[in-house]
């Protein structure tokens, strides 16, 4: 999985160069149009339109050179800016990060987690699977959520599978997320919503008595959480897998690109030999 890291463009947003372009171009004319007709109104000269047209870009041109901002990597926006003697500043290419899940170590489980809100419906759900140091499926579980917060629904979440580990005796535990402010959470604790502190503080207890450590996983390698949130959005309890395999829904998110070129071939082959049969 690749995640593309967008940290610096929320951060601090770069406005589009053609667009800025354009808004100078406008104004740039329009205030020297206006300078022009005061200046035959009032003093009585007469200003060519050529002599305007130069004024206007040299303007435009020495504006462009204070501005920040960037093109979008694009010819036709090339040839626009460049038409305009301007300096084209490209945009910083994206930070591609590989994100892989890594299973635990030998007598650890690790737990990925995650929480869904739906804005259109008012509902949330979460979900979390368990699996061990060969990456077996141990058991997974999903459940709705009668708090329309997607924040809440990610802390729930975490209690939920503490609460399963706890009850099954696993104390070796290795607990990732998508989302940091959990991990600030688990630092935390008075951060957690009002609502959720007892269960939480039930759940610290429960993690000062067993093994754990916990990390941040970016979403690419959080599917399978995923789409157990998404099923508990449409649940009425909470479900739980302890049978390998999980319904086919839950793992289409992490189907890995060697599996489906291995099938493509499988089905290239077989296609060829009914051909020349």
Not at 29 to 50: E, P, Q, S, Y
Not at 164 to 186: C, G, M, N, P, Q
Not at 241 to 265: K, Y
Request: charged share 20%; aromatic share 10%.
């Amino acid at each position: 999985m690749l995640h593309r890291n967008r940290r610096t463009a929320k951060t601090e947003p770069v406005p589009n160069g053609l667009a800025a372009l354009m808004l100078n171009c406008f104004t740039t004319t329009l205030w020297f149009i206006w300078k022009a007709r005061n200046i035959m109104k009032h003093d009585g000269r007469f200003i060519g339109v050529d002599v305007l047209r130069r004024l206007i870009l040299g303007h435009i041109q020495a504006a462009s050179r204070l501005a920040t901002c960037c093109m979008f990597n694009s010819l036709k926006e090339l040839r626009i800016l460049k038409s305009y003697n301007i300096s084209c500043r490209p945009r910083r290419a994206p930070h591609i990060i590989e994100v892989n899940w890594h299973p635990p170590i030998l007598g650890w489980v690790k737990i990925n987690t995650d929480g869904a809100w739906q804005r259109a419906s008012g509902r949330a759900g979460y979900g979390g699977i368990f699996r061990d140091f060969r990456g077996s499926f141990l058991g997974a579980f999903a459940s709705n959520l009668n708090i329309p917060s997607s924040v809440e629904a990610e802390v729930m979440a975490v209690i939920q599978a503490i609460e399963l580990a706890w009850v099954r005796e696993w104390k070796h535990i290795w607990l990732e997320v998508d989302s940091t402010l959990v991990l600030h959470h688990l630092r935390d604790p008075h951060l957690v919503p009002w609502r959720l502190r007892v269960a939480w503080s039930n759940c610290l207890h429960h993690i000062s008595h067993i093994h754990f450590r916990s990390s941040h996983i970016f979403r690419e390698g959080n599917q399978v959480a995923d789409a157990l949130a998404n099923i508990g959005l449409s649940l009425t309890g909470m479900s739980w897998w302890d049978d390998s395999p999980l319904p086919s829904l839950i793992f289409a998110g992490e189907i890995h690109l060697v599996s489906r070129i291995f099938v493509f071939v499988n089905v290239f082959v077989m296609c060829s030999l009914l051909f020349f049969m």
